[in-house]
C-alpha cells in the first residue's frame, strides 16, 4: 500500500512540477513578447512631437492596444518616413519606451510651391503638418523637377553639387553655414547662394567649393557688418581662381 502510495504521490508531484514550468514558460513569453501598455514613453523625436507619432502608428488610444506585441510596435513606428530605426524598452508591466532614431534631413529642396525634406542619403520625403523645420536652408531650381517624388531617392550631379556646398560651409565656417538660406541650382547654370539679413547675392558656381568657401570667409566679417563697397553691390562673384569680384546685376550677366 505504502509503495502505491508513493506512486501516487511522485505522479501528483510531477504533474505539478510540469504544470509549474508550463506556467512560467507562458508568462515569460507573454511578458516579453506582449506590450501590455499603460503608458509609452517616446524619446528622440525632434521633427514631429510625440503625439503626431502616436497617432501614426495608432497607439494614441492605449485603452485598444494593451496586448500588442512589441515586435509590432517597433515595425509601426519604423514604417513612418522620418524613422530610420525604433527600438522599444519594456520596463516592468506598466510602460514601454520607444527611443527613436529620426533620418538627417539635409535641407528643404522645392518642387515649384511643394516644398519636401531631402535626407543626407538623397532621400526625397513629404513635409507633413506639425513638422519642425530646424531652420534648414531651402535648395531651389534643381534641373529635373520630375524627379522630385516623395519617399524616392534624387541623387544627381545638380544636388551632390549642392550638399558639396553645405558640408564645405560647415567645414569652414558655421557662422556662414547657419546664415544660408538658400542654394539656387538655376537649374543647371552658375549657383548662387542667399543669407539671411544679407541682401547681396553670392555667385558660387560650381566645383571648388573649399576654395570658395575659404575666400567667402576671409571677406565674411566685412559682409556681416555692411562694408559700403559690399552694400551697394547686387552680387559678390567668387567663380573665378584667386579673385572675387563684387559686381552689380548688368555686370554679373545674370537674369532674375
Do not use: C
Not at 36 to 63: P, V
Not at 102 to 130: C, H, R, S, W
Request: proline share 2%.
Amino acid at each position: 500500500m505504502r509503495k502505491k502510495n508513493g506512486k501516487i504521490l511522485g505522479t501528483v508531484v510531477f504533474i505539478l512540477l510540469i504544470s509549474w514550468i508550463l506556467y512560467l514558460t507562458f508568462f515569460t513569453a507573454r511578458k516579453f513578447n506582449k506590450g501590455d501598455i499603460k503608458m509609452i514613453e517616446i524619446t528622440g523625436n525632434n521633427l514631429l512631437n510625440e503625439s503626431d507619432y502616436l497617432m501614426f502608428t495608432k497607439l494614441n488610444d492605449l485603452s485598444f492596444n494593451r496586448d500588442i506585441p512589441l515586435s509590432v510596435i517597433k515595425d509601426r513606428f519604423e514604417k513612418h518616413p522620418y524613422i530610420s530605426r525604433a527600438d522599444v524598452e519594456a520596463e516592468g508591466d506598466t510602460a514601454d519606451r520607444i527611443i527613436l532614431s529620426e533620418k538627417k534631413m539635409k535641407a528643404v529642396i522645392l518642387n515649384g510651391n511643394e516644398a519636401y525634406f531631402i535626407t543626407e542619403d538623397f532621400q526625397i520625403l513629404p513635409i507633413f503638418p506639425y513638422t519642425k523645420e530646424a531652420d534648414l536652408l531651402v535648395i531651389s531650381n534643381a534641373q529635373d523637377t520630375s524627379q522630385i517624388i516623395p519617399l524616392s531617392y534624387l541623387k544627381n550631379s545638380d544636388i551632390i553639387d549642392a550638399f558639396k556646398i553645405i558640408d564645405a560651409a560647415k567645414k569652414t565656417n558655421m557662422n556662414i553655414f547657419k546664415r544660408i538660406t538658400e542654394i539656387n541650382l538655376n537649374r543647371g547654370g552658375d549657383i548662387t547662394m542667399n543669407f539671411s539679413g544679407i541682401n547681396t547675392k553670392f555667385i558660387f558656381g560650381r566645383g571648388e567649393e573649399a576654395r570658395k568657401m575659404i575666400y567667402l570667409e576671409i571677406m565674411w566679417d566685412g559682409v556681416v557688418d555692411g562694408n559700403d563697397l559690399i552694400r551697394d553691390s547686387d552680387y559678390i562673384d567668387l567663380r573665378f581662381a584667386n579673385e572675387v569680384y563684387i559686381k552689380t546685376a548688368e555686370t554679373a550677366g545674370l537674369i532674375e
